[in-house]
């Protein structure tokens, strides 16, 4: 059957229904299974090169990468390797994240393969030579939610991400681990879903073809263009360890002890609170703290939120958190949960943090968060070691202080002779604008934008100093550090939460 | 204090220094450094070690120092040390250094 062409005239306001045109038939109908079809007709190429021909990929483009592989990544070198040797030039690297083991981009870097990075941070080799001037255009360095905002606005755009699948059916739905067997290989691929959505072209490589439809996913099979099965995508070893444990050290007991004591005092304990805790020993053992204060108060947590750890799941698992939103695994434990759990929900960087919409973050009542350092401006700086190097990355710290009632940065007072409390961190990552409560080892400290919670700690019995107390402390024990000596020239640019610059880091001067 | 011989005091530990001294008849004290903190503190933690140096008497030595982030009386305490070491004698009073 067709239409007739003449026939649309006849119909009345034709020039304002939209349409494409009179019916003209359909295309043939396939009659194979739908298993044979499967495995005949999908989105799998033969090899990276031909993916990589076929998506148009040009000198001066932008490629992205996801980081959930963290140190155990094989995408990024495998990926960069090829385009080395097919000859791309002049290409911008935009990564949520980089990690020691991608020292092998200098190579890349210095042939010109890669002339741009943007990233949440970088760590090792590669770090150390971008902190002595590696590159000729400054590293951009984004928070997660800035850059879920930045692809999401244009002002990052992305032609080519390739993105390392654990588990992919042949139409391209792709996730961190399976239903079908025990794989468990990263858990959520939050990250990830930004890239695959805006991405011009994505290619997913996959070391594990499944059946088709591999649900849940992470990233459904519209997002994705071509899929490239690959040996190895990744170290498991370095992808994920056993669960994370509890810290055994009791400078970061004491300081989880008192931030525990000081979100309760605060009024942000109370039944249906919500929660996040950073990385790093003292944020991590925080939930051990609270979760006896909830047992003693009988009361529940509407929803943990952010990098999920075994502790985390532990007590969703026991009844004490509602839901988990997980943008990213950090255990197997945590993998493991968000299989099996039904209300632990995978989502991605624009619902976890993005600006430019309501974020996960904008529902927190608290977060506990890490610090290299902190001034006495309540500055905080999560990307520059003490001597000025690179080696860390922003991470969610600033959308998560910003988005959170109760914003707390732990630190121990001093890390050996390096102080954590100064009269200005070298780099400003999150703004003391967003920053309520520094707690250490050696005392607590209240931004004085926040007079009521000061008032409601000291009414609780928790010394309450103030940060220029703490920073004279730091002082009396170690000493006052020299300054880092820098160059003029800025090797990387800090961008806040709003992609607005917020500061930048200067090439170190060679002693 | 007169050095008779060479001497070592302290450990490699995080937030300790191992000081390693040997006699010398001239050229004052010739002090080698290295720190996981050299930028930071290197300059005092040299100071540190020639005024501990000083104050024990010590005019001539060579000194190797390889400091993973000890505080300035850690620091004192292996100079010291190391001193008394080379030198064969114990002080009445560790206290008064």
Sequence with gaps: ?511 | MELKKAATAGTMESGDVMVTLCPAQEGGVDLSLTSSVQQQFGRQIEAVIRDTLRKLGVEHAQVTAVDKGALDCTIRARVAAAVYRSAGETPERWEEL
């Design chain 1, 1 to 511: 059957m067709t239409m007739d062409k003449n026939a649309l005239e006849r119909i009345p306001h034709i020039g304002e229904i939209r349409h494409r045109g009179p019916f003209a038939g359909t295309p043939e109908k396939h009659t194979a299974t739908f298993q044979d079809r499967s495995w005949r007709q999908n989105k799998v190429v033969g090899s990276l090169e031909e993916a990589i021909r076929r998506t148009g990929l040009q000198n001066g483009m932008t490629i992205s990468f996801h980081h959930h592989f963290r140190n155990g990544d094989h995408v990024v070198n495998q990926v960069l390797d090829t385009l080395a040797r097919m000859g791309f030039k002049n290409l911008t690297l935009a990564a949520s994240s980089l990690a020691a083991v991608h020292a092998p981009l200098i190579d890349h870097i210095k042939n010109g393969v890669v002339t741009r990075i943007e990233t949440s941070g970088l760590r090792g080799e590669l770090a150390e030579e971008v902190s002595r001037g590696l590159m000729d255009c400054p590293v951009v360095f984004r928070s997660h939610g800035g850059r879920a905002a930045a692809i999401r606005s244009g002002e990052l755009p992305i032609d080519v991400a390739f993105l390392g699948a654990p588990s992919c059916d042949p139409y391209g739905n792709a996730n961190g681990y399976s239903r079908d067997d025990s794989l468990l290989a990263c858990g959520s691929m939050g990250y990830a879903r930004t890239d695959a959505k805006y991405a011009r072209q994505v290619v997913i490589l996959t070391n594990h073809l499944v059946r088709y439809p591999n649900a849940p996913w992470a990233i459904p099979e519209y997002d994705v263009d071509y899929i490239v099965p690959a040996d190895d995508i990744g170290d498991p070893k370095g992808i994920m360890s056993g669960a994370t444990r509890y810290t055994k050290n009791p400078k970061e007991l004491l300081i989880a002890q008192t931030a525990a004591r000081v979100i309760d005092a605060a009024g942000y304990l109370y039944d249906g609170f919500s929660m996040q805790m950073g990385s790093g020993g003292a944020s991590l053992a925080t939930a051990r703290f609270i979760r006896e204060m909830m047992l003693e108060k009988d009361i529940r947590c509407r929803f943990a939120l952010g990098g999920i750890t075994g502790q985390i799941t532990a007590m969703h698992e026991e009844g004490l958190i509602d839901r988990i939103l997980d943008v990213q695994s950090f255990d197997l434990d945590a993998a493991l949960s968000l299989k099996n759990n039904r209300f632990h929900h995978q989502i991605g960087a624009t619902y976890y943090a993005s600006f430019l919409s309501a974020a996960a973050v904008d529902q927190l009542d608290f977060v506990v968060l890490s610090a290299l350092e902190i001034d006495t401006d309540f500055n905080v700086n999560v990307l520059t070691g003490s001597d000025g190097v690179i080696r860390g990355a922003i991470g969610g710290h600033p959308d998560a202080a910003a988005g959170a009632s109760l914003s707390i940065v732990v630190a121990p007072l001093t890390r050996g002779r390096i102080p954590s409390v100064i009269d200005r961190v070298n780099t400003v990552v999150t703004p003391g604008a967003v920053v309520d409560v520094v707690v250490t080892d050696q005392g607590v400290a209240v931004n004085p934008r926040r007079p009521e919670v000061a008032e409601r700690l000291r009414a609780a019995g928790i010394p309450v100093g103030t940060i220029q107390r703490l920073k004279e402390k730091a002082e009396t024990l170690v000493g006052k550090p020299d300054p880092i000596r820098y160059t003029d020239r800025v090797v990387g640019v800090v961008l806040y939460r709003d992609n607005t610059v917020i500061d930048t880091v200067r090439q170190i001067a060679e002693p």
